[in-house]
């Protein structure tokens, strides 16, 4: 059974907070695992819409989630729920990992927002592409590196968890909506480094932050499922 759902992802470590009858902060470190996150990709390839068109399609990447955020409503309370990320996210793994596994007791839950924070790790971007572009005849290499910190939000209205059941919230990024805009002309003009076109704040500014803010203004979607 499947349940669609906008939601985010993160990793476990979860803190405890005081509780009161408006609201309600848990730890779930120990218990039932009934609810783990995952995040997956979609459209790894994708064109700009012109008869000339730009090729461009991502095969690499990762993602260093540095926290999750769980918030809704349930009866009289109001819901938090937190996890901090101690690992990477290989986001193009044949078998995707399961992460911010904590127990979330039954019912109906309303309301719901979860926020996914992207942080720099040491030298290790919030999140980084690589794959390749075809413009003007020409395919080169692309880097993406987007340092952060980055936040993506996501909300549902309604969804029913049931007793005794783990669930598993995949978050879909869909990286044809990154390069929304950019056209085949902005590929071949921009700079290379030992022929490979580098996207970050230091190089080729301008894609990166089209890029940056495509990510951002995306409606990013996840669907939930019975594990």
């Not at 839950?109 to 992207?118: D, M």
């Not at 413009?135 to 590196?145: H, K, R, Y």
């Not at 990154?178 to 022929?195: F, H, K, S």
Request: hydrophobic residues 35%; proline residues 4%.
């Amino acid at each position: 059974m499947k349940t669609t759902l906008l939601l985010s992802a993160g990793l476990a470590a979860l803190t405890l907070a005081a509780s009161c009858k408006k609201e309600k902060r848990y730890d779930a470190n120990n218990g039932q695992t009934q609810l783990a996150y995952q995040v997956s990709i979609e459209n790894p390839s994708s064109s700009t819409a012109r008869s000339t068109a730009a090729i461009i399609t991502w095969n690499s990447g990762f993602a260093n989630p540095s926290m999750v955020k769980f918030e809704a409503k349930q009866e009289n309370s109001k819901l938090e729920y937190k996890a901090t990320n101690t690992g990477q996210i290989d986001l193009f793994s044949p078998d995707p990992m399961t992460f911010g596994n904590f127990t979330l007791g039954p019912g109906m839950y309303k309301e719901i927002e979860l926020k996914l924070h992207f942080q720099k790790r040491g030298s290790s971007p919030a999140i980084q592409l690589g794959g390749s572009v075809t413009a003007g005849g020409l395919t080169t290499p692309v880097v993406l590196m987007i340092e952060g910190p980055l936040e993506i939000k996501t909300e549902q209205k309604d969804v029913m968890i049931d007793d005794g059941i783990a669930y598993v919230a995949i978050t879909s990024l869909n990286l044809a909506s990154y390069t929304e805009g950019i056209t085949e002309g902005m590929w071949v003009d921009a700079d290379r480094i030992n022929g490979t076109i580098i996207i970050s704040k230091d190089e080729n500014q301008y894609l990166y932050w089209k890029i940056l803010g495509n990510i951002k203004d995306w409606k990013h979607r996840c669907h939930f499922w019975h594990k």
